[in-house]
């Protein structure tokens, strides 16, 4: 698809020289798309699971929802915005273990946030997940899995509209697979709710670790038992 749309291009601008991307380009794309792409959704999808497990009740939920909506049928793409309760559910782990806890921006001229001027130069922190469980925006109990507080929409979860909640990012830099990224999640966990009833292994330890994106540090040990 990307080398297609790139031809056209190309192609439109009468194969001029500097319009489209350059192999290299094309290779530097692909890249990006599989670093982006894959460890982030794996990481929501783990916790995903790590929290239904550790909320039992949640997990017996999200199954009746997905035979509910799918029976025993293989889900299909149509029919998976009928899934709110699993989309309630990625969220809310999005929220508590947002797959890139920090993003970073650098300025490269005098700019002015809220009442602070930064200099050029200057390295600025987005705290994803400080800010995703601030207690002044998500009340007494943020620290605690809740996905009911996405009920009505992801805009009225917080106490201080839609920005406290930015996991794939906010702006003209914000993630461009994040539809595909749901879509995906929620299509695998509605699979493997189908399939599987799941729990924590005895020696599971919960220690998530902040590299890129977070990770169990001694990783998920799950059982999972065939229905
Ligand atoms: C749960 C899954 C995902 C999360 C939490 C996530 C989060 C993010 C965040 C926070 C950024 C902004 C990075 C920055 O501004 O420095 C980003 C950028 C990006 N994401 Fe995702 N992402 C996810 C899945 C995906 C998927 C599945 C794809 C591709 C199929 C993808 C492709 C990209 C690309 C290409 C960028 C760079 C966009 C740009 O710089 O203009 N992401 N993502």
């Known amino acids: 698809m990307l080398i297609e749309s790139n031809y056209k291009e190309i192609e439109e601008d009468h194969g001029r ?3 489209g991307m350059s192999f290299e380009e094309v290779i530097e794309e692909c890249k990006l798309f599989y670093l982006a792409g894959q460890e ?7 916790w995903a699971m790590v ?3 550790m909320h039992p009740s949640w997990q017996t939920l999200a199954r009746e929802e997905v035979f509910q909506v799918f029976g025993n049928h293989k889900p299909e793409f149509d ?44 390295l600025v922190s987005l705290p994803i997940l400080m800010v995703h469980q601030d207690h002044e925006y998500w009340g007494d109990d943020a620290e605690e899995f809740n996905p009911d507080r996405f009920s009505h929409g992801l805009s009225k979860a917080s106490s201080n509209n839609e920005v406290s909640f930015f996991p794939f990012s906010w702006g003209p830099r914000i993630c461009i697979g ?11 966990l509605a699979m493997i709710l189908q399939n599987f009833t799941f729990e924590l292994s005895a020696d599971y330890v919960h220690a998530p670790t902040v590299g890129i994106t977070i990770q169990p540090q001694y990783g998920a040990h799950l059982i999972l038992h065939n229905i």
Do not use: W
């Not at 009928?82 to 890139?100: C, M």
């Open 17 to 19: 020289k500097k319009s």
């Open 40 to 46: 982030t959704t794996a990481s929501l999808l783990i």
């Open 51 to 53: 929290l239904l497990c």
């Open 79 to 122: 029919d998976l915005n009928h899934l709110k309760l699993v989309s309630k559910i990625l969220h809310e782990t999005l929220r508590l273990y947002s797959s890139i806890p920090v993003l970073t921006r650098a300025t490269y001229k005098e700019t002015k946030l809220g009442e602070i001027s930064i200099p050029p130069g200057i």
């Open 178 to 188: 994040q539809n595909f990224a749901l879509m995906e999640a929620k299509l695998t």
